[in-house]
């Protein structure tokens, strides 16, 4: 999708099925969530130790990263670093060109869409098949992810029926979601046996056995990476756990976020290449290490970002994501957390519209099981849009008025208050059809009418009690 | 500069390494999990195996010679032919095949594998695998049919970490490839096994 943020939003906005489609995934993800959580008597405790795990090795990243990188190295794997998207890609590329490679099996990784693989596979003239469901069904429909977890959760089934006619060898012949399954296992099964070099990303590295965490529901990623000759991994720098025992803490948290699975259906631990007298694996294995902006988060105040297992439950549990979908959002990375993350990596002169697609109602926060701040996070983008003179002219009189008026609570208490009022006489059924200044939201849509008090008046009650 | 050392250069941190190693063990300390009674392992484990996320089905034997007739059975029940690919491990070359076709190099079509966990792990319900000479990966994921024989039970996740240098490939399955790609429903048999049967081995063999 192109244009300026707010015209994907309009036409977001108004594709009925985009928000069927959204809505389908997002709130059955939201429920299985719901369930997982509740069984788990401790998840508050486990969010504030998932959090610490985190905190703790975005504290200590240097020297966790030297100490995997030894133990990869140990194992038998090549350890690769690149500052940047273009250094890395780079590498990929020079690597399979070199293993003479024709066609590369990828099992889903969003640093690998962030640096832009799937493009700079197509410029160098290597085939390229998306294993994981969902990648494939966007690689057929030339399109970017929608959500992290589910890529495709934009498409209908009757869209994904037609691209599969379209292109599978032996397509389905029955209208249902298990034949169209079916026609893609088919199709994909050759390309990944097929392939000569297997590439992913990583869920977690651990630093004390340098092996390399993958986690997926279709078991992608073993067939994508077992049969061929080379296997490279591309990995966030911050994607570091320091032993197996801080991977299975994260990951009860990831599953149960995700997909409110107690565990993903395949976790596996690569150490290095195909040992001797081993009967299947890669002769080698790569592993590059990316920075592409995360240094300069964890400099800038984005530390707490850099604690994100991309499990998407804020994006699941926005109320503007569930609008508007993620292509509307124009990054790798939709929702709330994307919001934060896409200044980051792409700069926020072109971006300065994503933090403002947030109503900071705080939901993003309270699902989050590393605990980060998204709201704080996006007010920071917003303030620095500000300071850097990004905002125009009419938004940046109403930001000064907030600000002035935020930094003397008991003023802008009031004002809230008024303000809530008003929105709540506006709305009749509980959905504000029309709002005056917001008629680009509500033209399509209705705006939920808001809580009966603030957020702020309802805590102070709360802990008053 | 090299991109390793221009990327390292900017993240010191102000801790020393006896210092990193204590706050890293004491963030495992009374980890939170869902809590799982010794004495009812075999039940707590039976039960995850029946949630629809792993929705495995079960057989119980008491010797491993018991392993062929328990695939029998499972052929049988579910209308295949009685053709297995067999991982080289002796626990299982050395059984009675009788009646039962044998090959050890998976298919591309491969309709039942047969494998040996570790153990299992009673927390959710996971199989937890090593490859080595003798335990091949693919064909675990490449067949329709995954069967799987489970010596020994563990309570929790951190239970099946291998202390020590680790093999080639270590991992933890918990249910069939499933995939929720399109619409969100639920489909078994995405890629790899659409169908789990787990062989509980309740006196494990001395190797
Ligand atoms: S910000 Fe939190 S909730 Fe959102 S994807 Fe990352 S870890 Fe999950």
Redesign the pocket.
Known sequence: MSGGFAERVDAALADPILKLAVERTAGTAEAKRTLAIDAFADFEAARDRAAAIKDHVIANLGGYLERFEANAVAAGAVVHWARTSQEACDIVIGLCKAAGAKSVARSKSMLGEEIGLPHALAEAGITRVETDLAEHIIQLSGERPSH?IWPAMHKTREQVSVLFKANHRDPHTEETIAAMAESARRHLREGMLAADVGICGANFLIADTGAVCTVTNEGNAELSLVPPRMQIVTAGIEKIVPSMGHAVHMLRMLAR?ATGAPLTQYTTFYTGPKRPGDRDGPEEMHIVLVDNGRTAMREDGLAE?L?????????NHCVVFRQIGGHAYGGTYP???GAVLTPAIDGLAANRDLPNACTLNGK?QE????R?P?PTLLRGWREKSWREGLEPKATRAGIGLWAWAARRPRLYRTATATALTALRLLGRTGWLSNVPLAGGWTRHRDLPKPAAESFMAQYKKGQRQ | MTARDAILSRLGGTMTPSAIADEAAALLVAPERPPVAMTALEETFAERLALPSVAASYDRIADWSEVPEAVRRYCAANGLPVVLCLPPDPRLTALDWDGVTLHDGAAPDEDAALAIARCGVAETGSLVFETSPEAPMLPNFLALHHLVIVPTLVAHLEDAILPGAQPRAHYWVTGVSGTTDIEGTYVRGAHGPRFLHVIRLATPLKR
């Open positions: 992290i976020s970002m604690r994100c297992i991309r499990c998407g439950a804020c994006m929702g709330p957390m993003c699902v989050c099981p590393v980060i998204l």
